[in-house]
């Protein structure tokens, strides 16, 4: 295993995610020059799972013209590279982490909607089914998270749109700075 680490570590990836791990680094970005796929193969072996998850995804940070969202421009999305169908469990992991992520890359409050085609309700079906057991799933693995659903887009994050259509409470609706879809599509 050593032999096999030190061919990897040189590789300028596998480089970076190990002066992370010993706290030379604070983050690795390495979506440009390498494939999701390099990036990772890297960080499993490299730098492995956080405790607690299952499930590796990704987020991407969007910014956007125009958009006036709880963080300005900004907007975090999850998974949108790695899980083609999570189950509801990954579909839970994947949110946690992204929560988890958002805090620790840019100490933003994680407000994180979990989106798909209805809202509370408003409609039926396979993926809303998915959603609402991945919310319940989440809460009861990290309560201290804000998180919220099922949305539509428009509903977690315009807080105009939110106050008709979220007739409850939530900290999310409206002014989510993080947005979990169904699956890749």
């Not at 982490?97 to 958002?102: G, H, N, Q, R």
């Not at 100490?107 to 039926?124: F, I």
């Not at 939110?162 to 939530?170: G, M």
Request: overall charge negative; hydrophobic content about 40%.
């Amino acid at each position: 295993k050593e032999k096999a680490l030190g061919r990897r570590i040189e590789n300028p990836l596998y480089f970076a995610m190990a002066m992370q791990v010993i706290g030379d680094a604070d983050v690795t970005f390495a979506g440009i020059d390498n494939t999701t796929g390099e990036v990772l193969l890297a960080g499993q072996y490299i730098i492995g799972l956080e405790e607690g998850i299952s499930t590796v995804s990704s987020i991407g940070l969007c910014d956007i013209p125009g958009f006036e969202g709880s963080e300005d421009s900004l907007l975090a999305v999850g998974d949108s590279a790695v899980c083609t169908n999570p189950t509801s469990e990954q579909l839970a992991d994947i949110a946690i982490s992204a929560c988890d992520t958002v805090h620790a890359l840019l100490d933003w409050e994680p407000r994180c909607a979990m989106v798909c085609y209805s809202t509370l309700g408003s409609g039926q079906g396979e993926l809303i089914d998915k959603v609402t057991a991945a919310l319940s799933i989440a809460k009861e693995k990290r309560p201290d998270l804000n998180i919220d659903g099922e949305f539509q887009l428009d509903s977690a994050i315009n807080p105009k749109v939110a106050a008709k259509k979220v007739q409850r409470e939530s900290r999310v609706a409206g002014k989510a700075n993080i947005i979990i879809w169904t699956n890749l599509d």
